[in-house]
């Protein structure tokens, strides 16, 4: 089938760039970064494709809303340079990352609850007058100096000890302290949490991340879909090439 749909029709490049919506510019720098086989040139150098290529273009852009460009990218050139292996490598480190993201997001949530119910869990119950840098670090996994970014970044508001200065971390400064931890693992950078826990303290309470959170499981599931999506078209594009 592959050598039929190589000879059967003639493509130029502004053919193929007008079916996918691209310029011809893009479809030539498609055919140098590897995501298109090579094209036939005519006796005068000019590109010829085939609808060999128009599969090998739609594989491509089924693939990039699931992996992003660079690995979509990896995908049709580990392909097109016969090696169908690494492009499934790369597929399944995808499809890992995806299960890492919602495992992360789960973890998230599962923080929010425990942060709804009547006071802290037993872990960070706090001792009399709050905890010091040290422990806290200690029981989220982190260092010291991590706590300090994220002082001098306005997400944890610690006390000073009037006595000795040592940062003291009261049950709210313990309770922001988790979420930021949390919300760092699911991905999200200083800035974006920094309005996120003013919502939460503003309402003495986490619930204002819920539509954050609900944003986040929509992203996962589009993810999810595009994933699939993409396996589809590329699936179309190996099935050509046989």
Same mark, same amino acid.
């Given at each position: 089938?592959?050598?039929?749909?190589?000879?059967?029709?003639?493509?130029?490049?502004? *053919?193929?760039?007008?079916?996918?919506?691209?310029?011809?510019?893009?479809?030539?720098?498609?055919?140098?970064?590897?995501?298109?086989?090579?094209?036939?040139?005519?006796? /005068?150098?000019?590109?010829?494709?085939?609808?060999?290529?128009? /599969?090998?273009?739609?594989?491509?852009?089924?693939?990039?809303?699931?992996?992003?460009?660079?690995?979509?990218?990896?995908?049709?050139?580990?392909?097109?340079?016969?090696?169908?292996?690494?492009?499934?490598?790369?597929?399944?480190?995808?499809?890992?990352?995806?299960?890492?993201?919602?495992?992360?997001?789960?973890?998230?949530?599962?923080?929010?609850?425990?942060?709804?119910?009547?006071?802290?869990?037993?872990?960070?119950?706090?001792?009399?007058?709050?905890?010091?840098?040290?422990?806290?670090?200690?029981?989220?996994?982190?260092?010291?100096?991590?706590?300090?970014?994220?002082?001098?970044?306005?997400?944890?508001?610690?006390?000073?000890?009037?006595?000795?200065?040592?940062?003291?971390? *009261?049950?709210?400064?313990?309770?922001?302290?988790?979420?930021?931890?949390?919300?760092?693992?699911?991905?999200?950078?200083?800035?974006?949490?920094?309005?996120?826990?003013?919502?939460?303290?503003?309402?003495?309470?986490?619930?204002?991340?819920?539509?954050?959170?609900?944003?986040?499981?929509?992203?996962?599931?589009?993810?999810?879909?595009?994933?699939?999506?993409?396996?589809?078209?590329?699936?179309?594009?190996? /099935?050509?090439?046989?």
């Amino acid at each position: 089938m592959g050598k039929n749909l190589k000879t059967l029709e003639r493509l130029r490049p502004v *053919d193929l760039a007008r079916g996918h919506g691209l310029s011809t510019q893009a479809v030539r720098n498609y055919e140098e970064a590897g995501i298109l086989p090579p094209a036939d040139r005519t006796p /005068h150098g000019h590109r010829t494709y085939t609808p060999l290529h128009a /599969h090998a273009l739609d594989a491509f852009l089924a693939l990039v809303p699931g992996h992003g460009h660079r690995t979509a990218t990896s995908i049709m050139r580990a392909v097109n340079e016969g090696s169908a292996e690494e492009a499934f490598r790369l597929i399944d480190e995808s499809h890992a990352q995806l299960l890492e993201d919602r495992r992360t997001l789960r973890a998230v949530e599962d923080a929010l609850h425990d942060l709804a119910l009547a006071g802290p869990t037993p872990a960070f119950a706090s001792a009399p007058g709050g905890l010091f840098i040290g422990p806290l670090a200690d029981r989220l996994g982190i260092r010291p100096a991590t706590l300090r970014v994220w002082e001098r970044a306005g997400l944890v508001h610690p006390r000073r000890d009037p006595v000795t200065g040592y940062r003291v971390y *009261d049950e709210a400064a313990v309770r922001d302290a988790r979420l930021t931890h949390q919300l760092r693992r699911g991905g999200y950078l200083l800035e974006q949490i920094a309005p996120l826990l003013t919502e939460v303290r503003a309402a003495g309470g986490p619930e204002p991340l819920e539509a954050a959170l609900h944003t986040w499981r929509d992203r996962l599931s589009s993810r999810g879909r595009a994933l699939l999506t993409g396996a589809a078209g590329l699936e179309a594009y190996l /099935h050509a090439r046989t």
